[in-house]
DNA sequence: ACAAAAGTGTTGCTTCTACACCCATGA
DNA sequence: TCATGGGTGTAGAAGCAACACTTTTGT
């Protein structure tokens, strides 16, 4: 930024902004790609479905606003809030995207691995948080339609050339359940094999959890565990196929 | 966002935000990443180097702001800053950012070609502007230099997905000028044939201007000329060379 | 003729893809 | 013993890196 506002500094001297936070929280369960949303306890768009989120307060920074707003409004674990890998997904800032006023809105992305419903009861304004698979979303209040799409487009871009897709998945994990994250979230089937392959010939994707197994499906080989390693980019990249493969 | 202000919807029931916009614009002149700055003639930071930028306005999304501002604080032509390609960076909202008051800004990285040195005299509040290049960048006024690194981190990036790099050369240009914008801004070398194959088998990266060529060094064979092409990316990426070849 | 920059060809290596096949477990 | 999911092996294709070599210009 640069210059101050003609008059002088008075903070009063423009009409003025409110800023928000809004948040597209992931997971995947049973095979599809789901996210967090709120039922709206207010007007505007009392009883709609809605991104948690809320106001940024005076002395907060945007990701300190939106991981208090996600503690008040979900039920999600306290632990589960603080160790949340947060992103900014971008600004969104037209005019009239807020009846009532001036409202410009940071968007985060966060992934977390499936977990049992947030409490019926979150705090705050929110009168109740689901967790709805994206197939089926409702309509959503504001222009939140519009973010979560965008948020879509992020994570799935994100998967290839980060290793984020671990967020997904619990601590510890099976090469299975990794695989299932991809292809949930791509919509595409890839070659078990391959992906196997790829995933720990990359250092620091995975590292192994030593002797430990698990059954995944009741039936067939126990799978090894994994825990997700220190790397973060993913060089070179995991790419998707393009066409729709499913 | 969600919920209201618990008070209703009075509009001046917070202290008020402040929102702003910050441009990191690059370009490729001789060699050197340089950046679009400007000298701040008003307090905070009178006499400082910043980034263009400014408030937004009460109608104003931030998108539109940033290009009114980089009109208005920069000599750029009219025609480039129109159908400049902007891209959010992220928004910085650390409650001091700014000793005046809670201001938020959302940044903006663009690109554009090598351009004549904007006209001294930016409107505004800007008393100058310049190219200056990375490596020689002096101190910058509030947290501006925090965001030209993040903004330098990304494009490196962005190089390597998209089709971006065009956006460094002039509407019509040759393979080595493209080439020299890769080498400058990740300070590597490439193998120019390599780098040739690349980008004429990546579909729609570059278009051959038909029969046109130019002389590039004033010796030398004269390079065919090329557009750039409807891709906007890279699959599969182009990789930069991991240890620093320079 | 020489230097400089553009452009072509070739070879070997690495990575990816597709698919066949074996292993461990529950029903 | 069969179905199910985990895991290994391998051959062909594709992509990439390195480098030798040809072409066209100005001096």
């Given at each position: 930024m640069s210059g101050a506002p003609e008059p002088g500094?008075?903070?009063?001297?423009?009409e003025p902004f409110a800023v928000t936070v809004d948040l597209a929280v992931f997971t995947v369960r049973g095979g599809a790609l789901h996210v967090l949303l709120i039922r709206r306890g207010?007007?505007?768009?009392?009883?709609a479905w809605a991104l948690p989120g809320g106001f940024v307060l005076p002395r907060e920074s945007a990701e300190t606003a939106a991981r208090r707003e996600l503690a008040e409004e979900t039920g999600l674990p306290e632990q589960v809030v603080a160790d949340l890998h947060l992103e900014q997904l971008r600004t969104y800032s037209e005019?009239?995207?807020?009846?009532?006023m001036r409202v410009v809105s940071v968007a985060f992305t966060a992934l977390v691995p499936d977990?049992?419903?947030?409490?019926?009861e979150g705090g705050g304004d929110a009168a109740q948080a689901r967790w709805l698979p994206l197939g089926q979303a409702p309509d959503l209040a504001f222009d939140h339609a519009a973010i979560l799409a965008d948020a879509r487009i992020r994570i799935r871009s994100k998967l290839e050339y980060t290793c984020?897709?671990?967020?997904?998945?619990?601590?510890e994990f099976t090469l299975g359940e990794l695989l299932a994250v991809y292809e949930t979230v791509w919509d595409t089937v890839l070659d078990r094999p391959n992906f196997r392959r790829k995933v720990l010939t990359t250092p620091g994707f995975v590292e192994a959890v030593p002797g430990a197994a698990r059954l995944t499906g009741g039936r067939g080989k126990p799978a090894a565990l994994y825990r997700a390693g220190?790397?973060?980019?993913?060089?070179p990249p995991l790419l998707r196929p393009e066409g729709p493969t499913r």
């Amino acid at each position: 930024m640069s210059g101050a506002p003609e008059p002088g500094y008075d903070p009063y001297a423009f009409e003025p902004f409110a800023v928000t936070v809004d948040l597209a929280v992931f997971t995947v369960r049973g095979g599809a790609l789901h996210v967090l949303l709120i039922r709206r306890g207010q007007e505007p768009y009392a009883g709609a479905w809605a991104l948690p989120g809320g106001f940024v307060l005076p002395r907060e920074s945007a990701e300190t606003a939106a991981r208090r707003e996600l503690a008040e409004e979900t039920g999600l674990p306290e632990q589960v809030v603080a160790d949340l890998h947060l992103e900014q997904l971008r600004t969104y800032s037209e005019p009239d995207r807020d009846p009532r006023m001036r409202v410009v809105s940071v968007a985060f992305t966060a992934l977390v691995p499936d977990l049992p419903e947030p409490a019926a009861e979150g705090g705050g304004d929110a009168a109740q948080a689901r967790w709805l698979p994206l197939g089926q979303a409702p309509d959503l209040a504001f222009d939140h339609a519009a973010i979560l799409a965008d948020a879509r487009i992020r994570i799935r871009s994100k998967l290839e050339y980060t290793c984020l897709a671990t967020a997904f998945c619990p601590p510890e994990f099976t090469l299975g359940e990794l695989l299932a994250v991809y292809e949930t979230v791509w919509d595409t089937v890839l070659d078990r094999p391959n992906f196997r392959r790829k995933v720990l010939t990359t250092p620091g994707f995975v590292e192994a959890v030593p002797g430990a197994a698990r059954l995944t499906g009741g039936r067939g080989k126990p799978a090894a565990l994994y825990r997700a390693g220190p790397a973060t980019a993913l060089h070179p990249p995991l790419l998707r196929p393009e066409g729709p493969t499913r």
